[in-house]
C-alpha cells in the first residue's frame, strides 16, 4: 500500500470568521489536487468551515480532542463533537499542546483511542527539542514518543504520524534534508515493529514548511506530505505547497 499524500494546515489560534475567505479561495485556485487537503482550523469555525467546504475536496481536522467521549470537562471538546462539526482527522499531541498543557505520551495515546472510536483519523505528532538534538537523542526520544502515543490497533488507513522538531516550529529554520530523511526511514521502521506493516501510513514532516522549500522536502523519501502552521494561514501560500504536494 502507497501512503496517501496529504498537505494539512495547521491554523492553531489564528482565524475568525473572516478567515473563511481564505477557504473559498482555495478550493478555486485547487479544486482537484492530486493529495489530500487538509485544514484543521480552531473549534470554533470547524462548523463554518465544512459548510464553506461543502462539495469540495478540502478535508477538516480539528487541533486536539478529550479523552473521554462526554462529561464534566469544562472548555473541552470530544472527538464525537469534532466529527459531528465535520472533521474527519484530528491533531494529537502537538509540542505547543505537550508544553503548554504538559501532555504526555500517555494522555496523547487516550486521546487518540477515543478519536479512534469515533472514527477520526489521529495525526499523532513527536517531535525532539533543540536540546535533545544537540544531545544526540533524536531517535530514542521521538521513538519512545511513537512507542508511547500511538495506538497498537492502528492501521495505514487510521493512522497519520507527523514529524516535527519543535526548535524548527515558526523559527524559519527547517532541519537539513539528510536529517528529515534520517528520521523519517527512522519512523517508518519503528513503527512496522510497533503496528506490522507501516507501509502505507502517511508521514509528514512538519516545522517551517513553506512554498520555497516544499519541493525539496517533499522530494525526501518517506515524506509523504507535511503539516504546516503559519504558511496554511494564506490560501496563496498553502495551495502552492498543495501544488509541490501534488507534483511530487
Ligand atoms: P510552522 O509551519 O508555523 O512552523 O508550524 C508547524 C506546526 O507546528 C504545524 O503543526
Known amino acids: 500500500m502507497t501512503p496517501r499524500k496529504i498537505a494539512a494546515g495547521n491554523w492553531k489560534m489564528n482565524g475568525l470568521a473572516a478567515a473563511l475567505a481564505e477557504v473559498a479561495a482555495l478550493n478555486a485556485a485547487h479544486p482537484a489536487p492530486a493529495c489530500a487537503m487538509l485544514l484543521c482550523p480552531p473549534a470554533t469555525l470547524l462548523a463554518q468551515m465544512n459548510w464553506a467546504a461543502k462539495g469540495s475536496n478540502l478535508k477538516l481536522g480539528g487541533q486536539d480532542c478529550h479523552q473521554d467521549a462526554s462529561g464534566a470537562h469544562t472548555g473541552d471538546i470530544s472527538a464525537a463533537m469534532l466529527r459531528d462539526a465535520g472533521a474527519t482527522y484530528v491533531i494529537l ?87 528529515i530523511a534520517e528520521v523519517h526511514a527512522f519512523l517508518r521502521a519503528r513503527l512496522t515493529a510497533k503496528i506490522g506493516t507501516a507501509a502505507g501510513v502517511s508521514l509528514l514532516y512538519g516545522g517551517s514548511v513553506k512554498p520555497s522549500n516544499a519541493t525539496q522536502i517533499f522530494a525526501v523519501p518517506h515524506v509523504d506530505g507535511a503539516l504546516v502552521g503559519g504558511a496554511s494561514l494564506k490560501a496563496a501560500d498553502f495551495g502552492s505547497i498543495v501544488a509541490a504536494l501534488s507534483a511530487a
Open 93 to 179: 499531541g502537538h509540542s505547543e499542546r505537550r508544553a503548554d498543557h504538559g501532555e504526555t505520551d500517555a494522555l496523547v495515546l487516550a486521546k487518540a483511542k477515543a478519536a479512534l472510536a469515533c472514527g477520526l483519523i489521529p495525526i499523532v505528532c513527536i517531535g525532539e527539542t533543540e536540546a535533545q538534538r544537540d544531545a544526540g537523542t533524536t531517535l530514542q526520544v521521538i521513538g519512545s514518543q511513537l512507542d508511547g502515543s500511538v495506538p497498537e490497533e492502528s492501521t495505514a488507513a487510521t493512522l497519520v504520524v507527523a514529524y516535527e522538531p519543535v526548535w524548527a516550529i515558526g523559527t524559519g529554520r527547517t532541519p537539513t534534508i539528510a536529517q
